[in-house]
C-alpha cells in the first residue's frame, strides 16, 4: 500500500508474467458503488448534471455513488437516489453490474432500474451543485452518440437499458 486516502487506495503489486518475467501493476482500490436507471412516472429519465473536478468539466450521468459501510446496495440505491434527484424508488430491480476500470481499479458498479418515485429530498454536503435532467427514453442514443453523456457507468448502464427495455 502506497496511499489510502478518504476515498481510494492505491497499491502496487508485483506479478510474475507468463514469459517468467517480474513486473508490478498499480491498483486503486475502491469500494464498490451503485448506479441508478430513474425512470419517473411520465416515462423519463432522470440524470443529474453535476461539475467533475477529474474531467474539469459539467457531466451529465445517471445517478451513482458508494456503499457506505453496513449498507447493502439497495439501501445505497435509495439514499442516493434521496440525495441526488429528491426522489424515493419504491420499486427496485438489479439488472446488472460491471466493474467500471477493470485494468486498474477494484470498483464494482451495481446497476438497478428506479421506478415509482416520490418526492424524499435528503441532504448530503457534496451534492449541492447537482442538477436534476429529465430526458425522455426516446432521447438517450441521440446524448449518447453525441457526446452528451460520456461516462462509462452512464453509457453502460443506459445501453444495457435500453436493450433491457426492447427484450420486455
Known sequence: MIFSGRAIKLRIDTIIGADGRETTREIVEHPDCI?????DGDGNILLVSQYRKAAERQMLEIPAGGIDPGEDAEEAVRREMREETGFLPHKLERLC???SAPGYATEFLHLYLASELTPA???AED???IKLVKVP???LSELISSGA???SKSIAGLLFYLRYREGR
Do not use: M, N, Q, R
Not at 35 to 39: F, K, S, T
Open 149 to 151: 453523456i460520456c461516462d
Open 97 to 99: 453490474g460491471f466493474y
Open 35 to 39: 448506479a441508478v436507471i430513474p425512470i
Open 121 to 123: 429530498p435528503l441532504s
Open 137 to 139: 427514453v426516446h432521447g
Open 127 to 129: 451534492t449541492e451543485g
